[in-house]
């Protein structure tokens, strides 16, 4: 029993000292800790080998940053506050949005990278009516410049004191029902009013869609790491989905589940660096 | 003053924070409820002469217990009710009622076995039926003994109902996160969701210690 006691001490012993691995925290120390938001389907593993495989190929430098993932937007923009990171990776529409509410978030102009992401619908494989549906409607708005007015309206003439209403979905009498699943958590592109309606440019994106397709849309609010399990459940058609630039580096499905699929993109925005600053001049 | 005026009072801003309060409360209390009950009933299972029902509630309270509610709401609302058309709520309801449940089976178990038995020996001596002696010497001592730990686990209870964003139900948390990131004030909001929880939790103590204090009178 005694024997067995001192290896389980000995065994607690090193796991609490961190055998291995002491060379990586040296170096880790010294970088920029950088926030992101935790990628479905990508293990931050994966992601850093990305990472790495761009810095080698493109001959870029990023390795000054340490990507550090949350699960939301708040916790990041908290541990931010809080100084635990120096930096976060967002989008420019977010970024426009979070200098427009608090002034002491502020742009980094030097980051060495940028990438443009592409705003898209997640389906289950099998609803191929449904993805076509909505790849034909997506089509019809971008050329009636529908997605313009939207942009304009929702991110471009955002407004410090207020938000855009949460707009009205449309309803139709013994029409079937597209679920859709929203996070919140995105603001310009998905946000909760006021008076606890999901709004933004993604619903208001929704609402035309709905018109155009004469269906109804029913929105649920779901944390965004439940995302895919609501979707392959059926507790939900359609989730909002961001894909990664697809290159030869980083492979087209290298964020989208098995069983899953995406539409055509119907908005994109680049990545971009902020960071936080306690006094504002 | 202004800013925190802006965040959780303007435009009505309060009365979506009263329905998100409305839900989380909603979902404790009804788990709270079947909760009790079916731990009671557990317990009566594990304290059972009959073998496997003694064993079938050890094994459920192991379970159950050592899960983490997260994962159990979630495989329950995404795996084994998802084709049910069961509502979230009534999803969550069923989760933690569950989870509760094998936590009052254990702390109702725990102040059974700090009874005294000579005592119900001596009401049976003096001619008490068996349901008399439950109800007037072993039921009034297992709730004085049960009492502490139970507030705990109602304190627990709405603590853990926090999680139930991840399926689709917007409760105190998943408002405090919308305006957390609409307004892209995560410390003031989080500190003031915060303050509704303890506050729910004081309200729980101040109950517990009313009844208490009457008790005692």
């Given amino acids: 029993m005694k024997k067995i006691f001192a290896l389980l001490m000995t065994f607690a012993l090193l796991l609490m000292t961190g055998c291995g691995g002491g060379d990586n925290k040296v170096s880790d120390s010294n970088k920029i800790k950088m926030g992101m938001i935790t990628r479905l389907n990508v293990s931050e593993e994966n992601f850093e080998g990305f990472v790495k495989q761009v810095e080698e190929t493109l001959n870029v430098s990023i390795a000054s940053h340490k990507p550090v993932y949350f699960d939301n937007l708040n916790s990041m923009l908290a541990a931010l506050q809080a100084g635990q990171i120096q930096e976060i990776s967002t989008y420019t529409s977010v970024a426009r949005y979070m200098i427009a509410k608090d002034p002491h978030y502020a742009l980094l102009e030097d980051h060495s990278l940028e990438f443009i992401d592409s705003f898209c619908f997640a389906l289950r494989e099998e609803d191929t009516e449904l993805k076509n549906s909505l790849n034909m409607v997506i089509k019809e708005m971008q050329d009636d410049g529908t997605f313009g007015k939207l942009t304009k309206e929702y991110i471009t003439d955002i407004k410090t004191y207020s938000e855009p209403p949460a707009i009205e979905l449309p309803h139709f009498d013994g029409a079937d029902t597209i679920k859709v699943a929203v996070t919140g958590d995105l603001p310009p592109l998905d946000y909760v009013s006021q008076d606890g309606k999901p709004a933004g440019f993604n619903t208001a994106v929704l609402a035309e869609i709905g018109k155009r397709m004469l269906k109804n849309i029913e929105l649920v609010q779901i944390d965004s790491g439940a995302r895919a399990a609501a979707l392959t459940s059926k507790q939900a058609d359609v989730i909002f989905w961001a894909i990664v630039p697809v290159s030869e580096i980083i492979p087209a499905d290298s964020d989208t589940p098995a069983g899953v699929v995406v539409t055509a993109p119907y908005f994109k925005d680049k990545v971009v660096h902020m960071t936080f600053k306690a006094e504002t001049k | ?217």
């Fill in chain 2, 1 to 217: 003053m202004e800013l925190i005026y802006s965040i959780f009072i303007k435009n009505g801003g309060w009365l979506t924070i009263l329905h998100g309060l409305k839900v989380t409360v909603e979902i404790s209390a009804l788990s709270l409820l079947f909760g009790t009950l079916l731990g009671s009933l557990l317990c009566f299972l594990r304290v059972s002469k009959f073998a496997p029902l003694r064993i079938f509630a050890q094994v459920y309270i192991s379970i159950v217990r050592g899960s983490p509610v997260l994962m159990l709401l979630m495989l329950l609302f995404y795996g084994i009710l998802a084709r049910v058309g069961i509502p979230p709520v009534a999803v969550a309801v069923i989760t933690f009622s569950l989870h509760t449940a094998a936590h009052v089976a254990e702390l109702l178990r725990s102040a059974l076995m700090a009874l005294d038995k000579g005592q119900v020996e001596a009401a049976r001596t003096l001619g008490f039926s068996k349901w008399q002696a439950f109800k007037l010497v072993t039921f009034p001592q297992i709730l004085r003994i049960a009492k502490p730990v139970y507030q705990s686990t109602v304190i627990n209870l709405i603590q853990w109902t926090s999680v139930v964003g991840y399926v689709t139900i917007t409760d105190l948390t998943r408002v405090i996160n919308n305006i957390a990131s609409r307004t892209m004030q995560p410390i003031i909001t989080i500190t003031g969701g915060l303050l509704i929880y303890l506050a729910i939790s004081w309200l729980v103590h101040g109950i517990f210690y009313l009844t208490e204090r009457r008790r005692e009178q």
